[in-house]
């Protein structure tokens, strides 16, 4: 009797499209599976992704962090740190800039154990009445970037865990800080940024435009964990010619990470 062999399996394959950044794929592994690839390790379930290396680089002169791991990449090592924060243990990140890079990192933080996070970070203003420091909350983020298309369906926006944008208005709230709840320009091209477009994204209620929001979302859902993101004002693209307006001061960027600890631990 003939023994029979299974049927080898082809991978399914994904529909042409006329872009191929959207022709999204839903199988939950990759190649590169981070869970497959990073190990588990005692990270703390909270996190920031905090964009300023300045207040990074104080926690660890001044703050008591100690480096608990770090990834390595191209550029260099990508260190993680733990702080105590109100009696609490807290991680603390920088994600490199841009939405790629971003999200990788992020993916690998939840490969590693972490499950709640909260990103702090600048961001160019699209309405110039919006003051240098100012804070502003995304409710959403236009998607004008790529890495969001490989962990979503298209769609025009993605928007953060509702717990995380609850948590942030609440710590806001008991600060006693204004803040802007708006949507966000997510793009990857900072020197394509052109006029027209700019317009049209402010058209859609776009406050701010960055270069990682959207990627973040996007990680975040796919991987079901919670994440939200506080920005300041920084420089403005909302006027007739580009103004720098010297956006990066560390005195805002210290109390931003402070109040983006104190969301993220709240969760």
């Not at 029979?4 to 190649?31: G, H, L, M």
């Not at 939200?228 to 307006?245: E, P, S």
Request: net charge positive; proline share 6%; hydrophobic share 40%.
């Amino acid at each position: 009797m003939k023994s029979r062999r299974p049927k080898s399996r082809t991978p399914k394959s994904i529909q042409r499209r006329p872009f191929p950044i959207i022709e999204y794929d839903p199988s939950p592994t990759a190649i590169i599976e981070p869970r497959r690839v990073y190990k588990r390790i005692d990270i703390p379930r909270h996190c920031v992704l905090c964009f300023f290396q300045d207040v990074i680089d104080d926690l660890v002169r001044n703050g008591g962090a100690r480096e608990i791991d770090h990834d390595m990449s191209e550029v260099g090592r990508h260190p993680m740190y733990e702080i105590e924060f109100d009696g609490k243990r807290l991680a603390v990140v920088h994600p490199r800039v841009g939405a790629a890079i971003a999200a990788a990192m992020f993916d690998r933080l939840i490969a590693r154990g972490a499950r709640k996070f909260i990103a702090c970070g600048g961001a160019g203003v699209l309405d110039s009445k919006i003051a240098v420091g100012h804070i502003i909350v995304p409710s959403s983020a236009v998607r004008d970037e790529g890495t969001s298309y490989h962990y979503l369906p298209p769609s025009r926006e993605v928007a953060p865990h509702p717990r995380a944008l609850a948590a942030i208005k609440k710590t806001l709230k008991r600060n006693g800080m204004d803040y802007i709840v708006a949507k966000t320009w997510t793009t990857d091209a900072i020197l394509r940024e052109t006029r027209a477009r700019m317009l049209a994204r402010k058209r859609e209620g776009c406050l701010t435009v960055e270069m990682e929001a959207a990627a973040f979302f996007a990680v975040a859902q796919f991987r079901r964990v919670q994440f939200g993101q506080i920005l300041y004002g920084g420089d403005d693209l909302g006027g007739d010619a580009w103004d720098h307006r010297n956006w990066n001061r560390h005195q805002i960027r210290e109390r931003l990470f402070t109040l983006a600890a104190e969301a993220c631990l709240s969760m």
